[in-house]
């Protein structure tokens, strides 16, 4: 797969994440999907993002972003949102909060195998 | 430039920032750099580096990951080391902690001319 055609399978795997069409996502996860070091596989990765728009009804995946090569795709992600309760261990309670995660993905046959995150948590406290 | 030699001019750069040789900085940093929205110049991105080795004495670059592409770098950095006092807002005072960095470069001519930076800092708070 050339880089322009990985580019355009991720922005079509976020569009799936904004429409929460999670009956799709295995076209774009691998069944043995790693997230941050733990071996989620497709239901444990279905289960946390069903689990992040239960605590954000309005998240919305915005790509800023995208550096992509023939197997990984690089993305800054913008978020603004407002988490119920407690988030990343703060009281954000409903308040409206805009942030950045910056993710790598690795692919294989053309779906993602692994993912490594980091959200700017220090971006949230300092909005609080 | 080609994605592999952008790729060897990011390596480049990131020897120079581990052997600190601050006077060649120029060679890959932008006079103009604007570094997560600010615009340090290379003059205020020299002086945040110095100040960032001053409280971390052992900090040490080591890219994990690199995804380019003609114009642009996303890298996943690992450290390993003893931030003095408090870094990020935590107390660490001198404790060994272990943490990533992902952050992305867009390249005008050769330098960096704009860095978007996002550091784990939830795996830090973690070690603590």
Same mark, same amino acid.
């Given at each position: *797969?050339?880089?322009?055609?990985?580019?355009?399978?991720?922005?079509?795997?976020?569009? /799936?994440?904004?429409?929460?069409?999670?009956?799709?996502?295995?076209?774009?996860?691998?069944?043995?999907?790693?997230?941050? #070091?733990?071996?989620?596989?497709? #239901?444990?990765?279905?289960? *946390?993002?069903?689990?992040?728009?239960?605590?954000?009804?309005?998240?919305? @995946?915005?790509?800023?972003?995208?550096?992509?090569?023939?197997?990984?795709?690089?993305?800054?992600?913008? %978020?603004? /949102?407002?988490?119920? #309760?407690? @988030? *990343?261990?703060?009281?954000?309670?409903?308040?409206?909060?805009? @942030?950045?995660?910056?993710? %790598?993905?690795? @692919?294989?046959?053309?779906?993602?195998?692994?993912?490594?995150?980091?959200?700017?948590?220090?971006?949230?406290?300092?909005?609080?």
């Amino acid at each position: *797969m050339s880089e322009p055609q990985l580019a355009a399978l991720y922005l079509d795997y976020i569009a /799936c994440l904004n429409r929460r069409d999670w009956d799709a996502l295995g076209q774009w996860v691998a069944d043995d999907v790693v997230h941050n #070091g733990h071996r989620l596989g497709l #239901g444990g990765y279905r289960a *946390m993002l069903e689990q992040d728009v239960l605590q954000i009804p309005d998240l919305h @995946f915005d790509v800023q972003q995208l550096v992509v090569d023939r197997h990984h795709v690089a993305a800054r992600l913008e %978020f603004d /949102c407002t988490p119920k #309760g407690v @988030f *990343m261990g703060l009281q954000v309670n409903g308040r409206r909060i805009a @942030f950045h995660e910056h993710v %790598f993905y690795a @692919f294989r046959d053309d779906r993602i195998k692994e993912v490594w995150s980091v959200i700017d948590k220090a971006a949230i406290q300092a909005q609080l």
